[in-house]
């Protein structure tokens, strides 16, 4: 009998070792080496009928290249096409990454059942019927989706060839395992092999197929890292799971850019897209609080304005607590400093809490300004005016600094009735006669000055 080969692999990154050792010398982890079973066959996989992929590609002159525009398959949700740059492109492997129970298997299923297309979604973690359950709720008129629970790829594409779906979407890369390799399902080298079969078979078939990966502890999809380079595009859903509010992103984007940005919301009806977000992310009381504050933020290319709320409160321990939700502790540990030697407010002994409203997250240095006129709100106890805006970053020394684009965050300001936006002096304006106020301040006293006395 054959000898059977095995191989040591670095879980975390992937690396390969003929031998086992403690720390792993390509990322320095320790502990991370698997002893997994290898099994060397020339025919693998997906299996094409015709043999045209044979022939040989030649190196064509740049001009000869057919350059027209990629075409797109719509995905019926405008949220994903704009994420995706325009619709999902033929040929192409995304993978859809996230932590547990935010929502991806909802994303994909209901773009499943609302694509034009014959779909196959293919699941390993949940039966027939519970996807039926949900499906029922997100869309009950679908026709043309067909569900398969099946983890093994060789079955998979037995299937593809009776179904010979236009689109196929797996869920998830980590429960899938090939014939051709011997260890369990999810480790390195299954992973790697199950995707590069899916990867052959979207290449010579051009049929998109979109992957859902687990993400580890760290926020990095499980996995070899090397598989976020073997495909065309990463996304990444993300979001607060007690809040209503999920943010896609992309990553990676072989066809479009990676500044998009799309939202939805988690209803007991599957995602709702949010087209117009800034409106809901500002909550609308009637009463003047302190301690809240507007910033105009941008993600991506989409301007967003976003409520920031602050609490300041004399410290019951010896060591003032500083806790954020949404925010960088670090940098609002910086702008405490800043305030307190440069605009001599005393914080020191006080506890600051930090909230980011809606369960975003936000690491865009604009919102700085925002931040710093919440906590002296709330430390003033004077409310700041509801149609008030901020934009602009701080730095070290106090002063007030420029941030990009900051026209389209006063136009969207202007637009959602704003009567003040506070912008950093250094920025050059060449808008024509604004309906909105715009305030250019260089440093914090100006903005105190303004807003408490
Ligand atoms: P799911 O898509 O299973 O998450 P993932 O695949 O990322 O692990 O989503 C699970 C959560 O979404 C679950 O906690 C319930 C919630 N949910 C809704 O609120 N409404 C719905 O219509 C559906 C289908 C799920
Ligand atoms: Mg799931």
Same mark, same amino acid.
């Given at each position: 009998?054959?000898?059977?080969?095995?191989? &040591?692999?670095?879980?975390?990154?992937?690396?390969?070792? @003929?031998?086992?050792?403690?720390?792993?010398?390509?990322?320095k982890e320790w502990n991370t080496l698997v002893e997994e079973v290898?099994?060397?066959?020339?025919?693998? $996989?997906?299996?094409?009928?015709?043999?045209?992929?044979?022939?040989?590609?030649?190196?064509?002159?740049?001009?000869?290249?057919?350059?027209?525009?990629?075409?797109?398959? %719509?995905?019926?949700?405008?949220?994903?096409?704009?994420?995706?740059?325009?619709?999902?492109?033929?040929?192409s492997v995304t993978l859809l990454g996230g932590e547990p129970g935010?929502?991806?298997?909802?994303?994909?299923?209901?773009?499943?059942?609302?694509?034009?297309?014959?779909?196959?979604? !293919?699941?390993?973690?949940?039966?027939?019927?519970?996807?039926?359950?949900?499906?029922?709720?997100?869309?009950?008129?679908?026709?043309?989706?067909?569900?398969?629970?099946?983890?093994?790829?060789?079955?998979?594409?037995?299937?593809?060839?009776?179904?010979?779906?236009?689109?196929?979407?797996?869920?998830?890369?980590?429960?899938?395992?090939?014939?051709?390799?011997?260890?369990? @399902?999810? #480790?390195?080298?299954?992973?790697?092999?199950?995707?590069?079969?899916?990867?052959? &078979?979207?290449?010579?078939?051009?049929?998109? !197929?979109?992957?859902? $990966?687990?993400?580890?502890?760290?926020?990095?999809?499980?996995?070899?890292?090397?598989?976020?380079?073997?495909?065309?595009?990463?996304?990444? &859903?993300?979001?607060?799971?007690?809040?209503?509010?999920?943010?896609?992103?992309?990553?990676?984007? /072989?066809?479009?850019?990676? @500044?998009?940005?799309?939202?939805?919301?988690?209803?007991?009806?599957?995602?709702?897209?949010?087209?117009?977000? %800034?409106?809901?992310?500002?909550?609308?009381?009637?009463?003047?609080?302190?301690?809240?504050?507007?910033?105009?933020?941008?993600?991506?290319? /989409?301007?967003?304005?976003?409520?920031?709320?602050?609490?300041?409160?004399?410290?019951?321990?010896?060591?003032?607590?500083?806790?954020?939700?949404?925010?960088?502790?670090? /940098?609002?540990?910086?702008?405490?400093?800043?305030?307190?030697?440069?605009?001599?407010?005393?914080?020191?002994?006080?506890?600051?809490?930090?909230?980011?409203? $809606?369960?975003?997250?936000?690491?865009?240095?604009?919102?700085?300004? @925002?931040? !710093?006129?919440?906590?002296?709100? #709330?430390?003033?106890?004077?409310?700041?005016?509801?149609?008030?805006?901020?934009?602009?970053?701080?730095?070290?020394?106090g002063e007030i600094r420029p941030v990009q684009r900051v026209e389209?965050?006063?136009?969207?300001?202007?637009?959602?009735?704003?009567?003040?936006?506070?912008? #950093?002096?250094?920025?050059?304006? %060449?808008?024509?006669?604004?309906?909105?106020?715009?305030?250019?301040?260089?440093?914090?006293?100006?903005?105190?000055?303004?807003? &408490?006395?």
């Open positions: 009998m054959a000898k059977v080969k095995t191989t &040591f692999f670095c879980q975390n990154c992937g690396t390969q070792y @003929a031998k086992w050792q403690g720390q792993c010398s390509s990322c290898v099994q060397k066959e020339e025919k693998k $996989g997906w299996k094409p009928t015709d043999t045209s992929s044979k022939r040989t590609a030649k190196p064509l002159r740049i001009q000869e290249i057919d350059g027209s525009q990629e075409m797109r398959m %719509s995905s019926g949700g405008l949220e994903f096409d704009r994420v995706l740059g325009g619709g999902i492109v033929p040929g935010i929502g991806k298997s909802t994303l994909l299923l209901q773009i499943a059942l609302h694509l034009p297309f014959k779909t196959l979604y !293919v699941s390993g973690e949940e039966s027939q019927k519970q996807i039926k359950m949900r499906a029922e709720r997100i869309f009950p008129d679908s026709q043309q989706c067909y569900i398969l629970t099946e983890t093994k790829t060789q079955n998979i594409f037995k299937q593809i060839e009776t179904t010979e779906p236009d689109i196929l979407i797996i869920d998830s890369i980590q429960t899938l395992h090939t014939d051709y390799i011997e260890s369990s @399902a999810g #480790s390195i080298s299954q992973i790697r092999e199950c995707t590069s079969e899916l990867i052959k &078979f979207a290449k010579e078939t051009n049929t998109p !197929v979109i992957l859902i $990966g687990h993400i580890t502890k760290d926020g990095h999809i499980a996995g070899p890292k090397i598989l976020e380079h073997m495909v065309d595009t990463v996304l990444q &859903f993300e979001g607060d799971r007690n809040h209503v509010y999920r943010i896609l992103r992309a990553l990676k984007n /072989r066809f479009g850019s990676t @500044a998009e940005l799309g939202i939805y919301e988690m209803l007991g009806k599957g995602l709702r897209e949010v087209s117009n977000p %800034s409106e809901i992310l500002i909550s609308k009381t009637e009463e003047e609080l302190s301690g809240t504050a507007i910033a105009a933020t941008l993600e991506g290319m /989409r301007p967003l304005m976003i409520e920031v709320q602050a609490l300041v409160s004399t410290a019951v321990y010896g060591t003032p607590q500083r806790t954020t939700t949404g925010y960088n502790v670090k /940098r609002l540990n910086m702008l405490l400093a800043v305030l307190e030697k440069r605009a001599g407010f005393r914080l020191g002994a006080k506890d600051v809490f930090l909230n980011i409203t $809606g369960g975003i997250s936000i690491e865009e240095p604009a919102i700085d300004l @925002a931040v !710093v006129a919440a906590i002296l709100s #709330s430390n003033e106890d004077v409310a700041i005016e509801k149609d008030f805006c901020f934009a602009a970053e701080i730095g070290l020394a389209q965050r006063i136009l969207e300001a202007e637009k959602l009735g704003f009567s003040t936006i506070f912008v #950093s002096k250094l920025n050059k304006l %060449s808008i024509k006669n604004p309906q909105i106020n715009i305030r250019r301040v260089s440093k914090i006293e100006d903005v105190v000055a303004f807003l &408490f006395e």
